[in-house]
Protein backbone atom coordinates (compact mmCIF):
# COMPACT_ATOMS: atom_id res chain seq x y z
CA UNK A 1 0.00 0.00 0.00
CA UNK A 2 2.63 2.53 1.34
CA UNK A 3 4.87 2.40 -2.03
CA UNK A 4 2.09 3.41 -4.52
CA UNK A 5 0.80 6.59 -1.45
CA UNK A 6 1.13 9.27 -3.46
CA UNK A 7 0.53 8.02 -6.77
CA UNK A 8 -3.44 9.33 -6.94
CA UNK A 9 -2.72 12.69 -5.39
CA UNK A 10 0.25 13.29 -7.33
CA UNK A 11 -1.41 12.08 -10.69
CA UNK A 12 -4.16 14.91 -9.58
CA UNK A 13 -1.95 17.44 -8.75
CA UNK A 14 -0.04 17.24 -11.96
CA UNK A 15 -3.16 17.22 -13.60
CA UNK A 16 -4.62 20.15 -11.48
CA UNK A 17 -1.09 21.89 -12.67
CA UNK A 18 -1.73 20.84 -16.33
CA UNK A 19 -4.67 22.35 -16.69
CA UNK A 20 -3.56 25.81 -15.80
CA UNK A 21 0.66 25.45 -17.04
CA UNK A 22 0.24 22.47 -20.52
CA UNK A 23 -2.39 21.08 -21.94
CA UNK A 24 -3.93 17.85 -21.23
CA UNK A 25 -2.58 16.17 -23.64
CA UNK A 26 1.38 16.42 -22.44
CA UNK A 27 0.75 14.83 -18.93
CA UNK A 28 -2.09 12.21 -20.87
CA UNK A 29 1.28 9.90 -21.30
CA UNK A 30 2.61 10.35 -17.80
CA UNK A 31 -1.07 9.37 -16.03
CA UNK A 32 0.20 8.17 -12.40
CA UNK A 33 -2.87 6.16 -11.23
CA UNK A 34 -4.63 2.83 -10.96
CA UNK A 35 -5.85 1.29 -13.96
CA UNK A 36 -9.54 2.36 -14.57
CA UNK A 37 -11.93 -0.13 -13.05
CA UNK A 38 -14.22 -2.27 -15.24
CA UNK A 39 -15.83 -4.39 -12.20
CA UNK A 40 -17.76 -3.30 -9.08
CA UNK A 41 -15.14 -5.13 -7.28
CA UNK A 42 -12.10 -3.35 -9.19
CA UNK A 43 -14.17 0.29 -8.55
CA UNK A 44 -14.40 -1.28 -4.54
CA UNK A 45 -10.21 -1.51 -4.71
CA UNK A 46 -10.38 1.71 -6.36
CA UNK A 47 -11.96 3.46 -4.10
CA UNK A 48 -10.41 2.15 -1.31
CA UNK A 49 -7.57 3.18 -2.20
CA UNK A 50 -7.88 6.63 -2.93
CA UNK A 51 -9.82 6.73 0.37
CA UNK A 52 -6.94 5.19 2.48
CA UNK A 53 -4.26 7.88 0.72
CA UNK A 54 -6.76 10.69 1.57
CA UNK A 55 -6.98 9.52 5.27
CA UNK A 56 -3.18 8.97 4.87
CA UNK A 57 -2.78 12.28 3.51
CA UNK A 58 -5.21 14.36 6.44
CA UNK A 59 -3.42 12.30 9.16
CA UNK A 60 0.15 13.77 7.39
CA UNK A 61 -1.24 17.25 7.66
CA UNK A 62 -2.89 17.54 10.89
CA UNK A 63 -0.07 15.74 12.78
CA UNK A 64 2.97 17.58 11.16
CA UNK A 65 1.16 20.87 10.70
CA UNK A 66 0.45 20.87 14.83
CA UNK A 67 4.35 19.76 15.16
CA UNK A 68 5.68 22.26 13.42
CA UNK A 69 3.15 24.79 14.47
CA UNK A 70 3.97 24.03 18.23
CA UNK A 71 7.71 24.16 17.52
CA UNK A 72 7.33 27.48 15.47
CA UNK A 73 5.32 29.06 18.01
CA UNK A 74 6.83 27.84 21.38
CA UNK A 75 10.48 28.56 20.20
CA UNK A 76 12.83 29.42 22.79
CA UNK A 77 14.09 32.52 21.06
CA UNK A 78 10.73 34.24 21.59
CA UNK A 79 11.14 33.28 25.26
CA UNK A 80 9.17 30.05 26.00
CA UNK A 81 10.75 27.50 28.54
CA UNK A 82 10.17 24.17 28.41
CA UNK A 83 7.58 21.84 29.99
CA UNK A 84 8.63 19.43 32.62
CA UNK A 85 5.21 17.07 32.67
CA UNK A 86 4.72 13.86 31.82
CA UNK A 87 2.08 11.97 31.89
CA UNK A 88 -1.43 13.42 31.03
CA UNK A 89 -4.05 10.75 30.54
CA UNK A 90 -6.29 13.24 28.65
CA UNK A 91 -3.68 13.64 25.66
CA UNK A 92 -2.76 9.47 25.73
CA UNK A 93 -6.58 8.40 25.70
CA UNK A 94 -7.44 10.70 22.35
CA UNK A 95 -4.06 9.66 20.90
CA UNK A 96 -4.74 6.33 21.25
CA UNK A 97 -8.73 6.20 20.39
CA UNK A 98 -8.53 8.28 17.51
CA UNK A 99 -6.10 6.08 15.87
CA UNK A 100 -8.20 2.91 16.76
CA UNK A 101 -11.56 4.33 15.10
CA UNK A 102 -9.35 5.11 12.07
CA UNK A 103 -8.61 1.58 11.39
CA UNK A 104 -11.56 0.25 12.35
CA UNK A 105 -12.64 2.96 9.91
CA UNK A 106 -10.33 1.71 7.31
CA UNK A 107 -10.78 -2.39 7.94
CA UNK A 108 -14.18 -2.53 7.61
CA UNK A 109 -14.59 -1.60 3.67
CA UNK A 110 -11.20 -3.27 3.16
CA UNK A 111 -12.45 -7.03 4.93
CA UNK A 112 -15.97 -6.43 3.05
CA UNK A 113 -13.99 -5.98 -0.38
CA UNK A 114 -11.41 -9.29 0.40
CA UNK A 115 -14.50 -11.71 1.56
CA UNK A 116 -16.51 -10.44 -1.65
CA UNK A 117 -13.15 -11.54 -3.84
CA UNK A 118 -13.38 -14.54 -2.27
CA UNK A 119 -16.82 -15.31 -2.79
CA UNK A 120 -16.76 -17.74 -6.12
CA UNK A 121 -20.14 -19.44 -5.47
CA UNK A 122 -22.87 -19.45 -8.45
CA UNK A 123 -20.19 -18.65 -11.56
CA UNK A 124 -22.15 -18.60 -14.16
CA UNK A 125 -18.95 -19.79 -15.91
CA UNK A 126 -15.52 -21.68 -15.00
CA UNK A 127 -12.88 -21.48 -16.72
CA UNK A 128 -9.52 -23.58 -15.71
CA UNK A 129 -6.39 -21.48 -16.07
CA UNK A 130 -2.92 -23.07 -15.40
CA UNK A 131 0.53 -21.43 -15.75
CA UNK A 132 3.52 -22.81 -17.59
CA UNK A 133 7.17 -21.44 -18.31
CA UNK A 134 5.99 -19.03 -20.44
CA UNK A 135 2.46 -19.56 -21.29
CA UNK A 136 -1.07 -19.80 -19.99
CA UNK A 137 -3.43 -22.91 -20.75
CA UNK A 138 -6.88 -22.20 -20.95
CA UNK A 139 -9.74 -24.42 -20.41
CA UNK A 140 -12.88 -24.00 -20.98
CA UNK A 141 -14.46 -26.90 -18.66
CA UNK A 142 -17.69 -26.91 -19.67
CA UNK A 143 -17.65 -26.75 -23.43
CA UNK A 144 -14.26 -28.78 -24.26
CA UNK A 145 -12.39 -25.41 -25.63
CA UNK A 146 -8.78 -25.62 -24.46
CA UNK A 147 -6.31 -23.53 -25.66
CA UNK A 148 -2.79 -22.11 -25.45
CA UNK A 149 -1.97 -18.20 -24.87
CA UNK A 150 1.72 -17.37 -25.64
CA UNK A 151 3.53 -14.04 -26.18
CA UNK A 152 3.02 -12.28 -29.80
CA UNK A 153 5.46 -9.60 -30.02
CA UNK A 154 7.67 -10.76 -32.45
CA UNK A 155 11.67 -11.24 -31.41
CA UNK A 156 12.57 -8.47 -33.55
CA UNK A 157 10.81 -5.85 -31.14
CA UNK A 158 12.15 -7.74 -28.12
CA UNK A 159 16.35 -7.14 -29.61
CA UNK A 160 15.78 -4.09 -30.23
CA UNK A 161 16.00 -4.83 -34.01
CA UNK A 162 12.51 -3.27 -34.65
CA UNK A 163 10.35 -0.57 -33.28
CA UNK A 164 8.60 -1.26 -30.07
CA UNK A 165 4.51 -2.18 -30.72
CA UNK A 166 2.01 -0.03 -28.91
CA UNK A 167 1.12 -3.70 -26.82
CA UNK A 168 5.13 -4.29 -26.00
CA UNK A 169 4.75 -7.77 -24.30
CA UNK A 170 1.23 -7.30 -23.68
CA UNK A 171 -0.16 -9.07 -26.58
CA UNK A 172 -0.63 -12.72 -27.34
CA UNK A 173 -2.04 -15.25 -29.86
CA UNK A 174 -5.03 -16.72 -28.38
CA UNK A 175 -6.50 -13.97 -25.67
CA UNK A 176 -8.99 -15.65 -22.97
CA UNK A 177 -12.49 -14.28 -24.61
CA UNK A 178 -15.29 -14.26 -21.95
CA UNK A 179 -18.61 -12.74 -22.23
CA UNK A 180 -20.00 -9.13 -20.89
CA UNK A 181 -21.28 -9.33 -17.35
CA UNK A 182 -21.28 -12.36 -16.51
CA UNK A 183 -19.50 -13.98 -13.36
CA UNK A 184 -16.67 -15.85 -14.35
CA UNK A 185 -14.92 -17.95 -11.92
CA UNK A 186 -11.45 -19.01 -12.92
CA UNK A 187 -9.72 -21.88 -11.01
CA UNK A 188 -5.85 -21.36 -11.08
CA UNK A 189 -3.04 -23.94 -11.30
CA UNK A 190 0.44 -24.67 -12.35
CA UNK A 191 2.26 -27.41 -14.44
CA UNK A 192 6.06 -26.41 -13.39
CA UNK A 193 6.46 -23.03 -10.77
CA UNK A 194 4.22 -20.88 -9.17
CA UNK A 195 3.23 -18.41 -11.46
CA UNK A 196 0.12 -15.48 -10.71
CA UNK A 197 -2.77 -14.70 -12.74
CA UNK A 198 -3.29 -10.91 -12.87
CA UNK A 199 -5.59 -8.33 -14.43
CA UNK A 200 -5.74 -5.16 -12.77
CA UNK A 201 -8.91 -3.52 -14.46
CA UNK A 202 -10.75 -6.31 -13.04
CA UNK A 203 -9.21 -6.87 -9.56
CA UNK A 204 -8.35 -10.07 -10.30
CA UNK A 205 -4.68 -11.90 -8.54
CA UNK A 206 -3.94 -15.07 -7.52
CA UNK A 207 -1.27 -16.85 -7.41
CA UNK A 208 -0.99 -20.21 -9.47
CA UNK A 209 0.48 -23.29 -7.62
CA UNK A 210 1.21 -26.83 -8.73
CA UNK A 211 -0.23 -29.11 -7.03
CA UNK A 212 -3.34 -26.37 -5.94
CA UNK A 213 -6.61 -25.39 -7.42
CA UNK A 214 -6.92 -21.91 -6.10
CA UNK A 215 -9.98 -20.17 -7.25
CA UNK A 216 -10.82 -16.33 -8.37
CA UNK A 217 -13.72 -14.69 -10.20
CA UNK A 218 -13.97 -11.58 -11.90
CA UNK A 219 -17.03 -9.95 -13.49
CA UNK A 220 -16.61 -7.16 -16.50
CA UNK A 221 -19.49 -4.04 -16.89
CA UNK A 222 -17.54 -3.62 -19.96
CA UNK A 223 -16.68 -5.02 -23.15
CA UNK A 224 -12.95 -4.27 -24.32
CA UNK A 225 -9.41 -5.94 -24.15
CA UNK A 226 -8.01 -6.15 -20.62
CA UNK A 227 -4.31 -6.67 -19.99
CA UNK A 228 -2.07 -8.63 -17.47
CA UNK A 229 1.00 -9.94 -16.86
CA UNK A 230 1.99 -12.96 -14.50
CA UNK A 231 2.88 -11.95 -11.22
CA UNK A 232 5.31 -14.03 -9.57
CA UNK A 233 8.82 -14.46 -10.72
CA UNK A 234 8.88 -17.72 -11.98
CA UNK A 235 11.95 -18.50 -14.47
CA UNK A 236 13.97 -16.27 -16.93
CA UNK A 237 10.43 -15.60 -19.13
CA UNK A 238 8.94 -14.57 -16.21
CA UNK A 239 8.22 -11.15 -17.87
CA UNK A 240 7.47 -12.72 -21.76
CA UNK A 241 3.96 -14.43 -20.54
CA UNK A 242 1.21 -11.61 -20.35
CA UNK A 243 -2.28 -12.26 -19.72
CA UNK A 244 -4.83 -10.62 -22.54
CA UNK A 245 -8.59 -11.01 -21.53
CA UNK A 246 -11.19 -10.15 -24.30
CA UNK A 247 -14.15 -9.09 -22.99
CA UNK A 248 -17.35 -9.36 -25.49
CA UNK A 249 -20.91 -9.11 -26.15
CA UNK A 250 -23.14 -12.83 -25.38
CA UNK A 251 -23.48 -12.90 -29.14
CA UNK A 252 -19.62 -12.83 -30.14
CA UNK A 253 -18.59 -15.08 -26.93
CA UNK A 254 -21.39 -17.64 -29.11
CA UNK A 255 -19.87 -17.19 -32.03
CA UNK A 256 -16.33 -17.27 -30.95
CA UNK A 257 -17.11 -20.37 -28.95
CA UNK A 258 -18.66 -22.22 -32.08
CA UNK A 259 -16.15 -21.64 -34.20
CA UNK A 260 -13.58 -22.79 -31.57
CA UNK A 261 -15.30 -26.25 -31.16
CA UNK A 262 -15.31 -26.59 -34.63
CA UNK A 263 -11.75 -25.85 -34.86
CA UNK A 264 -10.89 -28.45 -32.38
CA UNK A 265 -13.18 -30.78 -33.96
CA UNK A 266 -12.10 -30.68 -37.22
CA UNK A 267 -8.58 -32.35 -38.14
CA UNK A 268 -7.87 -30.29 -40.96
CA UNK A 269 -6.26 -27.16 -38.35
CA UNK A 270 -4.15 -28.94 -36.53
CA UNK A 271 -2.52 -26.39 -35.18
CA UNK A 272 0.26 -27.85 -33.34
CA UNK A 273 1.09 -30.14 -36.36
CA UNK A 274 1.49 -26.86 -38.45
CA UNK A 275 3.33 -24.98 -35.86
CA UNK A 276 6.25 -27.54 -35.38
CA UNK A 277 6.21 -27.47 -39.17
CA UNK A 278 6.28 -24.23 -39.91
CA UNK A 279 7.25 -22.38 -37.04
CA UNK A 280 5.35 -18.76 -36.32
CA UNK A 281 6.55 -16.27 -38.41
CA UNK A 282 8.24 -12.99 -36.24
CA UNK A 283 8.16 -15.10 -33.03
CA UNK A 284 10.91 -17.55 -31.23
CA UNK A 285 8.79 -20.76 -32.09
CA UNK A 286 11.30 -22.41 -34.84
CA UNK A 287 10.30 -24.30 -37.75
CA UNK A 288 11.35 -28.09 -37.93
CA UNK A 289 9.63 -28.87 -41.26
CA UNK A 290 12.59 -28.73 -43.06
CA UNK A 291 14.90 -30.61 -40.04
CA UNK A 292 12.89 -33.56 -38.60
CA UNK A 293 11.31 -36.06 -40.64
CA UNK A 294 7.45 -36.41 -40.77
CA UNK A 295 7.88 -39.73 -37.91
CA UNK A 296 9.71 -37.53 -35.73
CA UNK A 297 7.62 -35.05 -36.05
CA UNK A 298 4.06 -37.09 -35.23
CA UNK A 299 6.21 -38.78 -32.92
CA UNK A 300 6.50 -34.81 -31.16
CA UNK A 301 3.25 -33.78 -31.44
CA UNK A 302 2.11 -37.03 -29.89
CA UNK A 303 4.01 -36.68 -26.86
CA UNK A 304 3.07 -33.16 -26.61
CA UNK A 305 -0.72 -33.77 -26.88
CA UNK A 306 -0.38 -36.22 -24.02
CA UNK A 307 2.19 -34.91 -21.90
CA UNK A 308 -0.43 -31.97 -21.36
CA UNK A 309 -3.39 -33.74 -18.67
CA UNK A 310 -3.70 -37.45 -18.35
CA UNK A 311 -4.99 -38.53 -21.68
CA UNK A 312 -3.61 -41.09 -23.63
CA UNK A 313 -3.62 -42.25 -26.79
CA UNK A 314 -3.95 -39.10 -28.89
CA UNK A 315 -1.85 -39.42 -31.95
CA UNK A 316 -0.65 -38.01 -34.95
CA UNK A 317 0.31 -40.03 -38.05
CA UNK A 318 3.48 -38.91 -40.22
CA UNK A 319 0.88 -39.24 -42.92
CA UNK A 320 -1.28 -36.64 -41.47
CA UNK A 321 2.38 -34.28 -41.32
CA UNK A 322 2.99 -35.04 -44.83
CA UNK A 323 -0.25 -34.03 -45.81
CA UNK A 324 0.28 -30.25 -43.78
CA UNK A 325 3.45 -29.40 -45.71
CA UNK A 326 3.34 -26.46 -47.77
CA UNK A 327 2.47 -27.54 -51.59
CA UNK A 328 1.01 -30.90 -50.25
CA UNK A 329 -2.61 -30.03 -50.77
CA UNK A 330 -1.89 -28.82 -54.26
CA UNK A 331 0.07 -32.09 -55.24
CA UNK A 332 -2.72 -33.92 -53.84
CA UNK A 333 -5.62 -32.11 -55.93
CA UNK A 334 -3.34 -32.75 -59.18
CA UNK A 335 -3.01 -35.91 -58.29
CA UNK A 336 -6.72 -36.43 -58.42
CU1 LIG B 1 4.92 -17.02 -14.64
Redesign the pocket.
Known sequence: MKRGALRPLLGKTLAALSGTMISGAVWAGYQLNLREPQSALARDVYNMHTLVNLVCLAIFVVVFGAMFFSIWKHRKSAGHQAEHFHENTTVEVIWTVIPFLILIGMAYPATRTVLAMKDTSNPDMTIKVT?YQ?KWEYDYLKDGVKFMSTLATPRAQIENRADKGAEYLLEVDNPLVVPVGKKVRVLLTAGDVI?SWWIPELAVKQDAIPGFIRDAWFKSETTGTFRGQ?V?L?GKD?AF?PIVVKVVSQAEYDAWLASRKQGAASPSSAPLSRAVLNGRPGAAVAAFGGQLSDADIAAAVAFQRNSRDNKVGDMAQPERVASLKPGAEAAARAAR
Request: aromatic share 12%.
Open positions: GWHCECHM
